[in-house]
C-alpha cells in the first residue's frame, strides 16, 4: 500500500487513521484537547460526523452505529467521560458488533480544564482496554489498531490522548482508506439487555477478555522494549539514583514521557514503552524487570504503572512518585532534573514579562451582565465556559464553578436550604451550549420543585470556548448546514418556568433592571441574555469608540468592565481601535459623555 509523508498534528493523525480504518460515524462533543479529532475528521466525506449535546448522548450514538455494523468513534475530554461513564461501564458488559474506539484526552497542567484528573482510572474501573500513542504517527497507527482490537476482543477500545500529543505535529505516513465489510447485527438478548440476570453471565466474559488482551499485548509489539547500548561503569551524577550504573537501570514508561525519556538519554538507557496502559503487561514487566537492578516509572499524574509495578513483587528497586512530581505536566529537563543530569541554560529575556491573565474579549456579550451582576452584589452560581472568566477581575461577578451544568443545580439547592435570606441576592450562569450539555436537568429541577431561583443562559449563538463549534441552539450541525435548532423560551416555558425573558447585555441598565426585578418574584425564572459572540464571522461590528481627552476627567469608570481595549494613558482613558468593536459598554460607563 503506497504510503505519504506528511507533517501533521496529533488530532489530525487520529483522523487521518480513522478515515484510513473506515470509520463511519463519529459522534462527539468539543472539549480542549480532543476538539480538532472530529473536526479534521469532517473534512473526510467518507465520514458522517456530529456534534452531541453532551458525551453521553455522543457514546451511546457511537455504541448504536457499531451496533448497526459500522465502525465508529465518540470523541471527548477527559472530564467528559465522567458523563459517559454511564454507558461506558455497561458497553464492557455488552462488547460490541462492529468495532467502537472511544477517544478521551487528558489535560495534564490543567490548560483549559477544571480538574487534572487521569483518565486511566475509568479504564481499570469499567475493565475496557486502553492505548496510548506518544506522537502523531503512532496516533494514526493506533486508531486503525483500535478498531482491530475492539473486533477482536469484542470490546470498546478507550483511546488516550494528551495536549502535548494531541496538540503536536510529527511525521505521518498515510494510507488510503479501506473500509471493512459491514456485519450483520443479529438480535441477542443475553448479550446486548443488560437486565441483571443478563449481565451476571457477561462479566466472566469480562474478566477473561482483560486476561486474554493482556496476554495479546505481550507479544503484539504494541508495547516494546528498547535495549541500552550502555557500557557497563557510566554513572548517575546526581538525585536519588546518583553512583547507579546506567547499564542497570531499566525504565517503564509510556505517551509523552516516553518521548521525553528518549530525548534525555538517546539509546543510553534500556526502556519499556507501554502502548496498551491497561491491561498493563504484567509478564512483559517481570521479564523486562529481571534484567535490571533499578526500575524507574515514568509517568504523568497518578502512580497507576508504579502502583501495578510494585503489586508484581518484582526483585530489583522501583522508584516512580518518589522521583517525580504527581502534579503537572512533564518536561525534558524535569527528567533530566529527576535523575540529577545537567539542565542547559536557555536564553534569558532581560526584560521582567508582565503577567497576561485570561480576559473576555473586547466586546463580548458576557460583560455588561457580569458588570451588572458585579454591581448588584449578587452571589453567582457559574459554570463552563468562556464565560468562567467573569471571576476574574475586575469584574469578579462569579462565586462558584464546579462542572458543567453545576451552575442551576448548585443554586437551587443553595435557595432550597438558604431560603428567602439566599434567593433575593444569588442568581445562576450558563452559556447556551452548556445549558443544552446538562444544563436543561438542573431547570428542569428547579421547576419542578419550585425554588424561587433566577437563572441567566448566557446565550452567544456558539460553543465559544473550544473554538466556535455549533450546537443544539445555534441552528447550525457541524458543518454549518442549516439543522434543528432548539427555542430556549419555548423550552424553558415548555418545562414551567412561566417567567422567562430576554435581554441584551449591551444594555447594562436593561440587564440590572432585570435581574432586581427577577430576585424580588417567588418564582422560577429565566433571564436570557442574547447577543452573538463578538468574534463570529458572520457578526458586523461598529466602528471603534474614541476618546474626547477634553472630558475625561480620568474618573477610570470605564476600567471596571476589564475591556482589553481601554487603557489609561498620561492619566486619559485610550482606546485601542485595532481592539475595539464599538459595542458601546464603556460609554454607558462615563457621566461625563468623553467616549
Not at 327 to 351: H, M, W
Request: hydrophobic share 35%; proline share 5%.
Amino acid at each position: 500500500m503506497e504510503q505519504k509523508k506528511q507533517l501533521m498534528l496529533g488530532n489530525a493523525a487520529v483522523a487521518r487513521g480513522l478515515y484510513e480504518s473506515g470509520c463511519c460515524l463519529i459522534s462527539s462533543y468539543p472539549g480542549t484537547p480532543s476538539t480538532e479529532i472530529t473536526e479534521e475528521s469532517a473534512k473526510y466525506k467518507e465520514i458522517y460526523c456530529e456534534w452531541a449535546p453532551n458525551e453521553k448522548v455522543a457514546m451511546e450514538t457511537a455504541f448504536g452505529a457499531c451496533l448497526s455494523g459500522r465502525r465508529a468513534f465518540c470523541g471527548m475530554k477527559h472530564v467528559g467521560l465522567n458523563v459517559a461513564s454511564d454507558p461506558l461501564y455497561t458497553m464492557s458488559y455488552t462488547g460490541v458488533n462492529a468495532g467502537l474506539v472511544i477517544g478521551v484526552a487528558d489535560d495534564p497542567g490543567m490548560h483549559s480544564s477544571q480538574n487534572e484528573q487521569d483518565s486511566r482510572h475509568h479504564a481499570i474501573a469499567s475493565k475496557v482496554p486502553m492505548i496510548e500513542p506518544s506522537d502523531s504517527e503512532e496516533a494514526r497507527q493506533f486508531a486503525k489498531m483500535a478498531f482491530e482490537l475492539s473486533e477482536k476482543f469484542d470490546t470498546p477500545i478507550l483511546y488516550k490522548m494528551c495536549t502535548r500529543v494531541a496538540h503536536s505535529q510529527s511525521i505521518v505516513s498515510t494510507e488510503e482508506r479501506v473500509e471493512p465489510p459491514v456485519k450483520t447485527y443479529e438480535k441477542n438478548i443475553q448479550k446486548y439487555v443488560m437486565a441483571p440476570a443478563n449481565a451476571i453471565r457477561r462479566h466472566p466474559f469480562v474478566e477473561q477478555r482483560m486476561k486474554d488482551i493482556e496476554e495479546w499485548s505481550c507479544t503484539s509489539g504494541i508495547n516494546r522494549i528498547e535495549n541500552t547500548s550502555a557500557k557497563d561503569g557510566e554513572k548517575i551524577s546526581g538525585g536519588v539514583l546518583c553512583g547507579k550504573d546506567i547499564s542497570k537501570i531499566g525504565i517503564v514508561t509510556s505517551s509523552t514521557s516516553y518521548q521525553y525519556a528518549k530525548e534525555v538519554f538517546g539509546d543510553k538507557i534500556s526502556i519499556l514503552k507501554l502502548g496498551m496502559v491497561n491491561p498493563l503487561p504484567a509478564k512483559m514487566i517481570r521479564d523486562f524487570a529481571s534484567k535490571v537492578e533499578v526500575l524507574v516509572v515514568i509517568e504523568e499524574l497518578d502512580p497507576i504503572i508504579e502502583n501495578f509495578c510494585r503489586s508484581l513483587d518484582l526483585n530489583c528497586e522501583i522508584h516512580g512518585k518518589d522521583m517525580f512530581p504527581i502534579c503537572g505536566e512533564f518536561s525534558q529537563n524535569l527528567v533530566a532534573a529527576a535523575f540529577g543530569l545537567e539542565i542547559p541554560q536557555g536564553t534569558k529575556i532581560d526584560a521582567q514579562i508582565p503577567v497576561r491573565p485570561p480576559i473576555m474579549c473586547a466586546g463580548c456579550p458576557h460583560r455588561g451582565m457580569f458588570y451588572a451582576l458585579n454591581k448588584l452584589k449578587v452571589t453567582v452560581f457559574g459554570d463552563i465556559g468562556c464565560y468562567t472568566l467573569g471571576s476574574v477581575a475586575p469584574l469578579s461577578a462569579m462565586d462558584v464553578t464546579l462542572c458543567m451544568g453545576a451552575s442551576f443545580s448548585s443554586l437551587h439547592g443553595w435557595n432550597k436550604a438558604g431560603g428567602k435570606e439566599n434567593e433575593k441576592k444569588s442568581v445562576a450562569v450558563i452559556g447556551d451550549s452548556t445549558f443544552m450539555h446538562s444544563g436543561m436537568t438542573g431547570l428542569a429541577s428547579i421547576a419542578y420543585n419550585q425554588s424561587n431561583s433566577t437563572v441567566i443562559v448566557l446565550d452567544n449563538s456558539i460553543t465559544g470556548m473550544t473554538g466556535h463549534q455549533q450546537n443544539p441552539t445555534t441552528g447550525k450541525n457541524l458543518y454549518g448546514d442549516p439543522a434543528g435548532r432548539v427555542d430556549l423560551e419555548a423550552l424553558a416555558r415548555a418545562m414551567g418556568i412561566e417567567r422567562v425573558r430576554v435581554v441584551d447585555p449591551y444594555n447594562i441598565a436593561e440587564c440590572e433592571q432585570a435581574v432586581k426585578e427577577e430576585l424580588e418574584v417567588e418564582k422560577p425564572s429565566l433571564i436570557i441574555s442574547r447577543r452573538p459572540c463578538a468574534l463570529l464571522k458572520e457578526v458586523k461590528h461598529k466602528a471603534p469608540l474614541v476618546v474626547d481627552a477634553d472630558k475625561c476627567k480620568s474618573c477610570k469608570m470605564c476600567m471596571k468592565i476589564g475591556c482589553p481595549a481601554i487603557s489609561m494613558k498620561g492619566g486619559k482613558a485610550k482606546i485601542d481601535a485595532t481592539l475595539c468593536v464599538g459595542c458601546g459598554v464603556c460609554a454607558q460607563m462615563c457621566k461625563f459623555g468623553a467616549l
